[in-house]
């Protein structure tokens, strides 16, 4: 199938961005747009816009069957999902495929094999991956059983959960009882599905991903990203190449996630996420994403690649129009997420109307927005207005750069995190690189008690 | 005609080895203000003017729901407003019960409902103490920061 009119099923920043590469291609870009963003800036940037329904999600991003029918009545020949909503939803996948429609993302099976975290959890083994030691908590009993044997503290998961969401902390044997009935009750409400599994808690861990692409007969590994900079499990900042890592363990984190794709005969982008623990320098897998991340630029500046056009190729059915031999990664890329809220005042979220927006523009700059001056926020979705990322000759050039660039961005209006990222490039431990996922809430910590010292 | 981030980068290109610090460029659908700023670099502010003409809006667009305005309290009632526009949830979780209901008493800490917004929840509280009258907003129902969520008599108002 070639694809010649894409249904974009997606907003902000991400279809702003896949609205690009289809008009890069030639390929007719209709953005399927709910009532709150009918003219945002990928609305205008589309070359069709179609209603997907009313502003709440669920309305309208969340309900596959309001995306397929507004694929068939468009006539596009593909969905583009973006990330979150319905993008790893096997239910638009189905439905796509009964409607003879290019689902751009993996198969069916993957989405289900990787959607389950205790599948994807078997599958990882299966394939040879080391896992955090673990198992599945039926009940009190089995759930007791399984933390004998991994110890405390430990974190209890959601199955259909990932993300960050879905997750508790267990401190001590007496907990798991009280946190396992709320865990499970949680997860029933929030995904449908009240299956969770324990996992031992790593303190000190780095949170590196590998980036992956198959056509599902051959893979290719596209490097790594460290996404460590968190705030409640969200990424704040992310990297490429995760820094201060041996050349011998990036190889073998590539080599694991060659794994695990061949093993899925895995079709599309995906990206592999695993545990660095920074003082045995070994990594265990995670979960899988599969789906294009919000911080695949770093990747595209490292590898020269468009990951949203070789997504698309590869949906088609084309074969991978890369050898692992062909991939060269160049330089240092930094992505800083700029979000509508105040860190000043616990992270506040801050929707409402972009008065003025001037960005940084330059050779190695790239700012992913979805956001213009004159545009409106909704309070309706997640806070992401753009995402600022640059690339340098090496981490202490791309840091640089990175500062330089900050100070060029203006977004009045609504208030954003740029101010955040401006404290974190000055940032002793965020500039020596190579953080563990608990670094931020040190960060913040020692933000909140200002050095009162003479 | 549309201006791609590449085009802009090659404008800057053109820009840097010229000796002018800025260029303004309008077109029927965009505007596009380059700009050197000293060492720093360059930056740019780009505003695509183009309106979308949207299909399948024949079912479009539902009118605003109305807002119960604060002048319809009774004498002596509160109002409680969200402290920031958002969906409100009047229950932990769904299908959990309400956090509070109709005749129990509150007082400023009190949290009577859960505000979402950019997926972000935030607690708000009664603010007053007293009882709770009436429910303004319904559950999963978007609240501006102005709307009513809920009247509360407040203690010592009754005769």
Known sequence: VRVRRLLVANRGEIAARVIRTCARLGIESVLAASDADLDSLPARCADRVVRLGPAPAAQSYLDPAAVVRTAVAVGADAVHPGYGFLSENPALATACAGAGIVFVGPTVASLHAVGDKLTARAHAVAAGLPVVPGGEAADVAAAQAVAAEVGYPLLVKAVGGGGGRGMKLVRSAEELPGTLAMAVSEAAAAFGDARVYLERYVASGRHVEVQVLGDGVCAVALGDRDCSVQR???KLVEEAP???????????????ALALAAHLGY?????????????????????????????????????GLDLVAEQIAVAEGLPLRLRQDDVTLTGHAVECRINAEDWADDFRPAPGRIERAVLPVGDGIRVDTGVQTGSVVPPHYDSLLAKLVVHGTDRADALARTRAA????????????????????????????????????????????????? | VDLTPDDVRDVVRALDSSGLDELHLELADLTLTVRREGAAGWSAEHQVLR????EGGAEAVTPAEPVPSVAALPDGMVAVHPPLLGTFYRAPAPGAPPFVDVGDAVDEETVIGIVETMKM??????????????????????????????????AGATP
């Open chain 1, 232 to 234: 409640r499990y969200q």
């Open chain 1, 267 to 303: 079709r599309g982008l995906g990206t592999v996420e695993l545990l660095y623990d920074r003082d045995r320098q070994t990594f265990s897998f995670l979960e899988m994403n599969a789906r294009i991340q919000v911080e695949h630029p770093v990747t595209e500046m490292v590898t």
């Open chain 1, 242 to 256: 995760a820094p201060g890592i041996p050349g011998h363990v990036h190889a073998e984190m590539a080599a694991a």
């Open chain 1, 406 to 454: 900050l100070e060029l961005l203006r977004i009045d209006g609504v208030v954003t995190t740029a101010p955040m990222h401006r404290a974190l490039l000055d940032d002793d431990e965020f500039v020596a690189g190579g953080v563990d996922t608990a670094f931020f809430e040190r960060f913040l910590a020692g933000r909140r008690q200002p050095a009162e010292v003479s």
């Open chain 2, 51 to 54: 309106r979308p003409e949207v």
């Open chain 2, 121 to 154: 929840m935030t607690s708000v509280h009664a603010g007053v103490r007293g009882t709770v009258a009436e429910f303004r907003t319904g559950n999963g129902e978007f609240a501006d920061t102005d709307a009513v969520l809920l009247v509360v008599e407040p």
